[in-house]
């Protein structure tokens, strides 16, 4: 691959790591970039080498505060873009704002489509990013949005785990379809978790299993793991019904306010997850295992680079 009119820079220092996984992946070296705050809380952005007429790819990652990530990410977008880019990619592992993806309450904004005409109006030309909390965010774009996902890398990693006497439980009605999807990939038997809502309460709570998981090693995956709650409730039911040992897989650890402690004390024998989100050293315990998706985004930046097939890099997985 001519990697010449090719350059990967990370948005903010949380970004780094990633993007450094990225680079070692296409062997190229990470973009030189400086970033400071004046004394005014303003900030700024220099790029440190030419970037006229070359393919740019800015990467972004999630790590708190999340809304100074986006305002580091719309200025370095506004930078490359005065420097003469020939086009610029956004790589957002994780989409900010996902779960803000529709008008379910009265006077609510859509904060996932309007971070798309923010990221549109500073300049980007394409969008690169994985496991969407809703595929109709692809929608909220006029550019071109790729969608990677974390399937194949979940599978692959219980795959070496051999575990035996499987079943893959979905935790809720609107999850069975991915589950089924697991499900077919491991050739075993698919639960579900039956949730029904209590008179005028907005909250579903879990009463039954649907299918034979007595005994079984229960397998959960998800898109994303937040505060744990839906989890640990799915987890309680499973186990009441007699599942043996419980597993979790989940593209993006988002882990925030209790669900450490609530993963630490529970009974899942281990939670996996990619590296979408950065994992601080304060929130790494023993049953939280992290797999690299970095190659998988060097792959696909590598296809959109050389304007090949990204759906092939679908099918290949």
Do not use: W
Request: charged letters at 30%; glycine letters at 4%.
């Amino acid at each position: 691959m001519s990697t010449d009119k090719l350059k990967v820079f990370a948005c903010s220092k949380s970004a780094e790591k990633f993007t450094e996984e990225i680079c070692h992946y296409l062997e190229i070296e990470s973009g030189k970039i400086e970033m400071m705050k004046f004394k005014n809380d303003n900030n700024f952005v220099q790029i440190l080498e030419t970037v006229r007429d070359k393919d740019i790819f800015l990467v972004q990652t999630t790590q708190p505060p999340v809304n100074e990530r986006i305002m580091e990410m719309l200025i370095t977008i506004d930078a490359v873009k005065r420097a003469s880019a020939k086009r610029i990619t956004v790589v957002l592992p994780y989409y900010i704002y996902s779960r803000s993806d529709k008008k379910d309450q009265p006077r609510i904004p859509v904060t996932a489509k309007l971070l798309a005409q923010l990221l549109e109006a500073a300049g980007a030309n394409r969008i690169l990013t994985c496991d969407l909390h809703n595929r109709a965010i692809q929608s909220y774009f006029n550019i071109n949005c790729d969608v990677l996902t974390g399937e194949a890398l979940l599978e692959k990693y219980f795959d070496m785990k051999e575990i035996e006497n499987k079943v893959v439980v979905a935790t809720d009605a609107g999850s069975s379809k991915k589950a089924y999807k697991y499900a077919e990939h491991f050739e075993c038997p698919i639960a579900l978790v039956d949730k029904r809502r209590n008179g005028n309460d907005d909250r579903a709570i879990a009463t039954s299993v649907i299918g034979e998981i007595e005994g079984k090693n229960a397998l959960i995956f998800d898109d994303e793991v937040d505060t744990a709650g839906s989890i640990m409730e799915t987890v309680e039911v499973i186990k009441r019904f007699g599942a043996k040992d419980v597993y979790v897989g989940c593209t993006h650890g988002i882990l925030s306010g209790p669900a450490i402690e609530r993963i630490r004390n529970s009974e899942i024998k281990e939670l996996v997850m990619t590296n979408t989100v950065p994992l601080p050293k304060e929130k790494q315990i023993d049953k939280i295992a992290v797999v690299s998706i970095s190659e998988l985004f060097g792959e696909a930046i590598k296809r959109i680079h050389e304007e090949t097939s990204i759906g092939e890099l679908f099918d290949a997985n």
